[in-house]
């Protein structure tokens, strides 16, 4: 692709101090009854931004959603959109459109006129309706059942009228509520590159919600875990891989070996981590400062851990196991092995080889090793 | 097929049987005889002892003269259309102070609904007769309406609602109201709020939410409590006999007429007849309604 500029400017606003955020929560705690479901969440979502929210069921993620769209208002704490309270706009006068968890399509509406419905509340003219619809069918791949009502199409057919209904209105903002949840691989994966393609074009703002920590992967420029109503993590989605700040953010997002142990500083940024008896330390990285003795855990991940037969001679971490299990995946398998702790560490290989073919099997003595950069030393 | 299903299938055929098709069958054959000074007041009646003989001659006497008769009359058309009438106009009345309690209802805090429930159905538990006698309480010239309005100083002269066909209009409309409302209850209770949202979302303001989701999604209730009003009003007798004046035109009356001061129960029955006929083409409409509902539904 062609770039105006020599080297490719990076899309980071949120480490521009000059870019004003299009959407704040400030202190924002949302209530029901005396569940708190937001609790006290600060958070700038910046033009043009692909956020996702991540995070277990009833962590908030819906509610922030409901905030932004206004059917729910904030207990305490405000919300910006553009620089103004949102509080006193009814939904309908805000820029921003929802596709809901459940989809709230109209059963009585064909699928054509559901995603009608908001185009014709506008002052769009007739024909340009139709070529709007029109457009929104081909691009959810719903053509041929523009005619059905809802209850005569299957369910992740459902799902994309409904996305197809929020994209039709091209609002500023767009919130997606678990918007690829029933669509299979390929059609999923489809769907997030053309809605890329879409915010490319647009330049639309998305808030996504998403259970899918690949899809956040894959479309977010940053990514948000929360739990129990807080933001616990927000960064962009290989800040979140690979220097996770939290052992909730590091499990939460992908596989990782957790190991617990006492910190000792090692020079530099560099630590050892003493994990158990006549074991040697691990050694690893914090940008944090840690005072010896913490108990801290070691995070690596299954991918960063190489997996031998000899011991190898310059790894900055090695340690012996024997092969317990192992999980065939197609493209990579990844190692269980067992330690003498007791303890067991995985480790993943991609498969260059054929199966018959393989290096290790059940029972092995492996060696397990990883430089001192590939893990993280978390304190939380 | 087993005995069991046979069973179940069988009790609500000979339900039917009994209690509808035999009655009928019995009206029916009334209104083919002729009115007779006798008890019962009409012949011929069938007499199997004379053996089949009885029954070809019972059969020779049966004759259409009573609808003949119907279709001469003036009043009679003249009482069908007019009580065809009162039963749209009443059931239009009913379904516009229905629909607001309904919704209402259906939008109450949840612990109030059960209730507000109750307090729809609660006039059930008293007689029907009871209750529209006490609009003759209300209504009449000395009547609490009439005396409050004097009270409270909108009117010198009482009013004369009693025995006029608003007084009719007025006793169908409390009488039927439940019918109306219960069917639109449920059919508001189950409508998705997120349905709402989302039209809000689009850019619809609460008023059009209401046009373009609510009420076409409470649709059904509407027809099914407009026909459980409409058909019962048609023959409806009690209302107008009681609150009805002496120009308020209604079959039922016209029927109860028949029957019980002429004594003249051919003709009667050729009335209730035809008024079934009548009846069976908005509830075979019904029907249909229904069976496409719940196939819309699947
Ligand atoms: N109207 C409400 N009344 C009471 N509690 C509510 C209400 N709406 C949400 N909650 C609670 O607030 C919490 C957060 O709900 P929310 O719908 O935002 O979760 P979520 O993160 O979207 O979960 P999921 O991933 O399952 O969709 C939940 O514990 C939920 O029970
Ligand atoms: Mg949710």
Redesign the pocket.
């Known amino acids: 692709m062609a770039q105006p500029s020599k080297t490719p400017v990076v899309f980071a606003p949120w480490e521009d101090e000059t870019q004003k955020p299009i959407i704040q929560f400030k202190n924002v705690t949302k209530r029901?009854?005396n569940?708190t479901?937001i609790d006290n969440l600060s958070l700038d979502i910046f033009e043009r931004e692909f956020f996702a929210l991540l995070?277990p069921?009833?962590?908030?993620?819906?509610?922030?959603m409901r905030m932004l769209a206004g059917f729910e208002t904030a207990t305490e704490g405000t919300i910006l959109l553009g620089g103004k309270d949102i509080s006193p706009v009814p939904p309908n006068k805000r820029p921003v459109n929802m596709m809901f968890?459940s989809y709230a399509l109209f059963p009585h509406l064909s699928v054509w006129d559901n995603i009608a419905f908001g185009l014709r509340r506008s002052s769009m003219p007739k024909d340009e309706i139709g070529a709007r619809v029109d457009e929104m069918l081909r691009l959810t791949r719903m053509e041929k059942f523009a005619k059905r009502k809802p209850h005569q199409i299957s369910g992740g057919q459902r799902q994309r009228v409904a996305l197809a209904r929020s994209l039709a209105k091209a609002p500023k903002l767009l919130l997606l509520d678990e918007p690829l949840g029933a669509l299979d691989k390929k059609l999923r994966h489809d769907t997030q590159f053309e809605l890329m393609d879409i915010q490319e074009k647009t330049g639309t703002t998305f808030v996504i919600?998403t259970?899918d920590q690949e899809e956040a992967m894959t479309v977010a420029s940053r990514v948000a875990v929360m739990d129990h109503g807080k933001l616990i993590q927000v960064a962009t989605p290989a800040a979140i891989y690979e220097t996770p700040n939290s052992v909730y953010v590091a499990d939460f997002i992908g596989e990782v070996n957790l190991i617990e142990g006492n910190a000792k500083k090692a020079g530099g940024d560099k630590y050892e981590v003493s994990w158990a008896e006549g074991q040697a330390a691990l050694r690893g990285s914090c940008p944090r400062e840690i005072a010896d003795g913490t108990r801290v855990t070691y995070a690596i991940r299954p991918e960063k851990v190489a997996i031998s037969a000899d011991k190898p001679k310059d790894a900055a971490n090695a340690i012996q196991g024997t092969v317990h299990d192992i999980a065939y995946l197609g493209n990579i398998s990844t190692y269980h092995v067992m330690l003498p702790t007791g303890q067991v560490i995985k480790a993943q290989e991609s498969n260059t080889r054929r199966l018959a073919n393989r290096h290790f099997t059940w029972e092995d003595k492996v060696w397990l090793s990883f430089t001192d950069t590939a893990g993280v030393i978390l304190t939380e | 097929m087993n005995y069991r299903r046979l069973f179940l299938i069988g009790i609500p055929y000979v339900w039917l049987l009994a209690l509808f098709l035999v009655p009928f069958i019995i009206v029916l054959k009334i209104s083919l005889s002729d009115i007779a000074l006798s008890i019962p007041p009409y012949t011929p009646t069938l007499d199997l002892a004379e053996g089949w003989a009885g029954i070809k001659d019972f059969f020779s006497k049966l004759d259409f003269d009573n609808f003949l008769f119907l279709k001469s009359d003036p009043l009679y058309w003249k009482a069908y259309v007019s009580s065809l009438q009162i039963a749209i106009l009443s059931t239009t009345m009913t379904l516009l102070v229905g629909y607001p309690i309904a919704y209402g209802m259906a939008r109450a805090p949840e612990e109030w609904r059960a209730t507000l429930m109750m307090l729809v159905i609660l006039p059930f538990w008293t007689s029907f007769l009871i209750r529209v006698y006490s609009w003759m309480g209300i209504l009449g010239k000395e009547g609490f309406f009439n005396s409050a309005l004097i009270w409270l100083g909108f009117i010198d002269e009482p009013l004369t609602i009693l025995n006029t066909n608003t007084a009719v209009y007025i006793g169908i409309v409390y009488t039927y109201l439940p019918f109306m409302i219960l069917p639109i209850y449920a059919a508001l209770e189950k409508l998705d709020i997120s349905l709402l949202e989302a039209a809000e979302d689009l850019g619809c303001t609460r008023t059009s939410a209401f046009w373009l989701v609510t009420l076409p999604l409470s649709r059904p209730g509407i027809v099914a409590g407009c026909f459980l009003v409409f058909i019962p009003v048609i023959g409806e007798f009690v209302i107008p006999s009681l609150l009805g004046g002496s120009n308020t035109l209604m079959i039922g009356k016209v029927l109860f007429e028949e029957f019980s001061s002429n004594r003249d129960w051919p003709v009667a029955s050729a009335v209730a007849v035809l008024l079934l006929l009548i009846v069976v083409v908005p509830i075979v409409l019904f029907q249909r309604s229904q069976e496409r509902q719940a196939e819309a539904q699947k």
């Open positions: 029901f009854g569940f479901a995070g069921s009833g962590c908030g993620k819906t509610t922030i968890q919600v259970h």
